[in-house]
């Protein structure tokens, strides 16, 4: 079966680092694209970042642009997140996902989530 399972998360201070990993089994990692999103305390879902399947198109949304950075393995079927300069409000759990393909238009499997939390 499909399973995503993140890890890295933690407790950080303010400026500090976290690498966020995800590692995929039960599909072929290298078809998909894959995604970051996170859900602060009390708040919806917000996209974080994107990969597609070759590494040749990357997209992060403007609240961690120049701070964090997507990669990807297809060689051992792990998509990371590397998260630099983190801010309170970097503070959530924080997803990776899998866009489905062909007619499904839409994240159609998740992990458990890992907490990023950054406090003082």
């Known amino acids: 079966q499909v399973q995503l399972v993140e890890s890295g998360g933690g407790l950080v201070q303010p400026g500090g680092s976290l690498r966020l990993s995800c590692a995929a089994s039960?599909?072929?990692?290298?078809?998909?694209?894959m995604y970051w999103v996170r859900q602060a305390p009390g708040k919806g879902l917000e996209w974080v970042s994107s990969?597609?399947?070759?590494?040749?198109?990357?997209y992060y949304a403007d609240s961690v642009k120049g701070r964090f950075t997507i990669s990807r393995d297809n060689a051992n079927n792990t998509v990371y997140l590397q998260m630099n300069s983190l801010k309170s409000e970097d503070t959530a759990v924080h997803y990776c996902?899998?866009?489905?393909?062909?007619?499904?238009?839409?994240?159609?499997?998740w992990g458990q989530g890992t907490l990023v939390t950054v406090s003082s």
């Open positions: 039960g599909f072929t990692f290298s078809n998909y694209w």
């Open positions: 990969i597609n399947t070759n590494s040749g198109r990357i």
């Open positions: 996902a899998r866009w489905g393909l062909g007619a499904i238009d839409t994240l159609d499997e």
